[in-house]
């Protein structure tokens, strides 16, 4: 690869943090998937912090803001909105400023419910929704703070991508 090729490189990431409900009816989706828990995210949309982290990673990537400017939340348009339609239009929006995305990679920070047996479905859900390889991983807070005592959690997103234009 030549240096003028590297200056078509992006590098986008995306921090998304949702505090845990405690109604037990509340569901909870990360990566598109639903999970199994007593209870799910707090949020206007269906609070999914993958997809909100990877779409302000997308976004960031090409300087057009991040998920909030796009999808307010004050907006009742958005209300239970299902976070992987919004994750594919900022996809969209990324494309047309020219770009493809290489790979992404998601961090999702939680005492549990543990992730090990949707790891699988979140990565195969995710890259068909980008038409790119994207990994999951999930990492413990070892009890410590509003994450440890689950209240709360946390995904840590990066994308890389690659301008069409020369």
Not at 9 to 14: A, C, K, P, T, Y
Not at 34 to 41: D, E, I, K, L
Not at 70 to 80: E, V
Request: hydrophobic share 45%; proline share 4%; with cysteine.
């Amino acid at each position: 690869m030549e240096l003028k090729d590297l200056a078509r490189l992006r590098v986008g990431s995306g921090f998304d943090l949702h505090p845990l409900s405690r109604d037990e009816n509340r569901r909870f989706v990360l990566g598109g998937v639903q999970v199994s828990s007593h209870n799910g995210p707090l949020g206007h949309s269906d609070a999914d912090v993958v997809c909100h982290a990877l779409a302000d990673a997308l976004l960031g990537s090409v300087g057009l803001g991040g998920i909030g400017d796009h999808f307010l939340d004050s907006d009742p348009a958005w209300s239970g909105a299902n976070s992987l339609d919004l994750l594919t239009r900022c996809h969209e929006l990324f494309r047309q400023e020219g770009f493809v995305l290489v790979n992404g990679d998601a961090t999702v920070i939680l005492q549990e419910p543990k992730l090990a047996n949707y790891r699988d479905a979140m990565q195969a859900k995710l890259s068909t929704a980008l038409g790119a390889p994207i990994s999951v991983k999930a990492k413990s807070p070892e009890h410590i703070g509003a994450l440890g005592a689950s209240e709360a959690v946390v995904c840590l997103a990066s994308i890389l991508a690659f301008s069409n234009r020369a």
